[in-house]
């Protein structure tokens, strides 16, 4: 059964920083682009970064542009999101997502990805 997990979320304060993980389960990891999505209270899910399954291209919201870092580790199936010079609007549920052979303007559009976790809190205080 395919499954994500995310994992690293926290409290930290302005300018502080976090890494988030995302350790994939039960599917070809190396076969999906990966995408990190975040939620605000009472706000849309909205994109953050992607790396693609074939060329580990990357591609970042321009508000997170310059602070957030998304790589993947196949041999460990987990994708990272390190993220300094943290603000109090970065303050979300941040998910992971699968998007099989993914790909273009796929990547950054959150209704095309196959699979999901759970998510993680990141909170950051000002």
């Known amino acids: 059964q395919e499954q994500l997990v995310e994992s690293g979320g926290g409290l930290v304060q302005a300018g502080g920083s976090l890494r988030l993980s995302c350790a994939a389960s039960?599917?070809?990891?190396?076969?999906?682009?990966m995408g990190w999505f975040r939620q605000a209270q009472d706000k849309e899910r909205e994109f953050v970064a992607t790396?693609?399954?074939?060329?580990?291209?990357?591609v970042y919201a321009d508000s997170v542009k310059g602070r957030f870092t998304i790589s993947r580790d196949n041999a460990k199936n987990t994708v990272y999101l390190q993220m300094i010079s943290l603000k109090p609007e970065d303050t979300a549920v941040y998910y992971c997502a699968a998007l099989l052979r993914g790909s273009g303007l796929r990547l950054i559009n959150s209704k095309a990805y196959n699979y999901w976790g759970q998510g993680t809190q990141v909170t950051v205080s000002s």
């Open positions: 790396i693609s399954w074939n060329t580990a291209s990357t």
């Open positions: 039960g599917l070809t990891f190396s076969t999906y682009s």
